[in-house]
């Protein structure tokens, strides 16, 4: 068995079982999708046209946008067919792009939270070294060290998957081609699968969140060294949107993962959940940055008078 690859010609997304009325949902994430899609949009042509936004700082943030845009358009649309148009059957190939796509841009999302959190430490704790450290070249490099490490990780995943034989079933009990699901119908030794998927979640979701944890600690430790008051609460605003974006980013992937190993979640809540938490976020990300970041909220009045007064000349 384990010297014959037996890879199968289709793969069937089951998504929900037995749960009334789950149409009304899936029109909901398409709603979801198109704001998210008309959101992020903006976030990116704002960014690209407003010349107070060329900044290193900023680069992430398009990038987070960018991230949020494809990482929804690589999992929501899918779902639609598959679950509004009864095309829960895919394609082997297709089954892996779905799955490379999806966890690319998951794991570029959180790296990008990272970085902003580097910026943010810079920022904060060394003002008057932050635009040497932290300038436009050395932010593009670490974002394409995170593309680089992000897809090399992920290439790896799915490279797993294809060594692997299906003789069980070929029923895949998510919504989309998710990773575990995929590698537990097999029906060889997929121990490789097993720790690559702990090493992705510890490593690209938990390190993460630790470090952003200790780069706030060091944030804190540096605003307590402000004296006067006003100073530390306009320094402390720079970070609220950053906080938001990670809260709404990992504690619902890491509750949602809790859960599953310490209580017994049915599938449905599970789908659930987890599609919530891969759709939600890339929704409120712009509408985090357009409500709480004062530069941005500035460039877009700018951009807004330049548009009117071109249009009344």
């Not at 759709?279 to 460039?299: S, V």
Request: glycine share 4%; proline share 4%.
């Amino acid at each position: 068995m384990n010297a014959t690859l037996i890879p199968p010609n289709m793969f069937f997304i089951s998504g929900f079982y037995n749960v009334p009325h789950t149409m009304y949902y899936y029109i909901f994430l398409s709603f979801v999708y198109v704001v998210t899609v008309l959101g992020n949009s903006a976030v990116m042509c704002s960014i690209y046209l407003a010349r107070s936004l060329h900044t290193a700082k900023y680069i992430a943030v398009f990038n987070l946008a960018f991230s949020d845009l494809c990482g929804s358009s690589a999992l929501v649309p899918k779902i639609l067919d598959a679950f509004l148009f009864n095309n829960q059957y895919i394609s082997y190939g297709a089954c892996l792009a779905n799955m490379f796509f999806v966890y690319l841009f998951m794991n570029l999302q959180s790296l990008t939270l990272l970085t902003l959190a580097y910026d943010r430490v810079i920022a904060i704790c060394f003002p008057l070294r932050y635009h040497v450290i932290v300038n436009k070249m050395a932010m593009a490099i670490i974002i394409g060290v995170n593309w680089l490490f992000s897809v090399i990780i992920v290439t790896l995943i799915v490279a797993l998957i294809t060594r692997l034989s299906f003789c069980k079933s070929i029923t895949v009990n998510s919504y989309f081609c998710d990773h575990g699901p995929v590698y537990m119908l097999s029906c060889n030794d997929n121990y490789m699968n097993y720790v690559m998927a702990i090493i992705c979640f510890y490593g690209l979701i938990c390190t993460p969140v630790i470090v952003i944890m200790i780069s706030y600690v060091c944030i804190g430790t540096a605003l307590l060294r402000i004296s006067q008051w006003t100073e530390r609460i306009k320094a402390m605003k720079t970070c609220t949107s950053h906080l938001l974006l990670v809260a709404i980013f990992y504690l619902p992937i890491l509750s949602t993962n809790l859960a599953v190993k310490i209580s017994s979640i049915s599938p449905n809540d599970r789908i659930i959940n987890s599609t919530l938490t891969q759709t939600i976020p890339p929704l409120l990300n712009p509408i985090i940055y357009t409500l709480k970041t004062k530069e941005f909220k500035q460039a877009i009045k700018v951009l807004c008078k330049n548009n009117v007064k071109s249009g009344e000349g």
